[in-house]
């Protein structure tokens, strides 16, 4: 599965750059002297990875650390190969870790939650643990994320039990990661064209829809003004308020679904 942005990268703010690697999005966040890698991508994108960010920050850059947002295949695909490189640490949320330490497996995905075809594929899809024992460190719980001045970090879990959002409140920047996306990240015609459209976890990984309705009402609680989803295009302004309150009031319609391994 490829969408039509695949390869291509945007700059939300002078310091945050959003790049998607076939499906998923991506994030680099700093300067030249001192950034930071948020997700890997999926498999075999390592050397498209590194590639864009040379590209942006010079031929010999390589950020400080990677932060996970969680440890779905979509968003650590490339992150064994980026570190037989690159000799640097990842950040993760304590939860999450038995998952990156080859401790735990996450459930397969659960085609009886949408009728669109990525659905019905996700089983297919890889569900393995990554074992990155020697590199990943738990997240400070102060909040603070290494190399990542200003920024906090938030715990958002419902799509995965370890899973955190990014938000640096001095201008209300938002990295949700899959906490929302904004496309229907079950639909195989939407994902390959980036239909824009406010959208829950992707529904087919998520493991506790509770936890995920809770999760959302906090970061539309922050009130951010731009904000970067692990699927669809960045989001801002009117337009991110307006759709991230109406996915609150109507979380159980738009996001939830009605049948599913994990509902009810």
């Known amino acids: 599965m490829t969408s039509i942005?695949?390869?291509?990268?945007?700059?939300?703010l002078p310091d945050v750059y959003c790049y998607t690697d076939q499906i998923v999005n991506l994030v680099v966040v700093g300067t030249p002297y001192e950034f930071v890698l948020i997700d890997t991508g999926m498999p075999k994108s390592a050397e498209q990875i590194k590639d864009m960010i040379k590209?942006?920050?010079?031929e010999n850059a390589v950020p400080k650390a990677i932060i996970l947002t969680h440890g779905h295949f979509d968003h650590v695909g490339s992150i064994v190969s980026i570190l037989e490189d690159w000799e640097i640490p990842v950040y993760a949320h304590d939860d999450e870790l038995p998952y990156l330490t080859g401790k735990k497996d996450y459930p397969p995905g659960d085609p009886n939650v949408d009728h669109g075809l990525v659905a019905k594929m996700s089983p297919m899809f890889p569900n393995h643990g990554i074992d990155i024992s020697k590199h990943v460190h738990p997240l400070p719980s102060d909040g603070t994320v290494p190399h990542m001045n200003g920024w906090k970090w938030i715990h958002t879990p419902g799509h995965t039990p370890g899973h955190i959002s990014l938000f640096r409140e001095q201008d209300r920047t938002l990295i949700?990661?899959?906490a929302f996306v904004t496309v229907k990240q079950e639909s195989l015609y939407?994902?390959?064209?980036?239909t824009k459209e406010i959208s829950g976890p992707p529904r087919y990984y998520t493991t506790d829809w509770d936890a995920a309705y809770e999760s959302v009402k906090k970061l539309e609680a922050l009130k951010p003004k731009v904000a970067v989803t692990g699927h669809g295009i960045p989001i801002s302004g009117?337009?991110?308020?307006?759709?991230?309150?109406?996915?609150?009031?109507?979380f159980d319609e738009i996001a939830k679904p009605e049948s599913g391994r994990f509902v009810n």
């Open 238 to 250: 009117e337009e991110l308020s307006k759709d991230l309150q109406y996915l609150v009031v109507h």
């Open 5 to 12: 942005g695949s390869g291509m990268g945007v700059s939300v």
């Open 55 to 58: 590209e942006r920050f010079g």
């Open 176 to 178: 949700a990661g899959d």
């Open 190 to 194: 939407k994902v390959i064209t980036q």
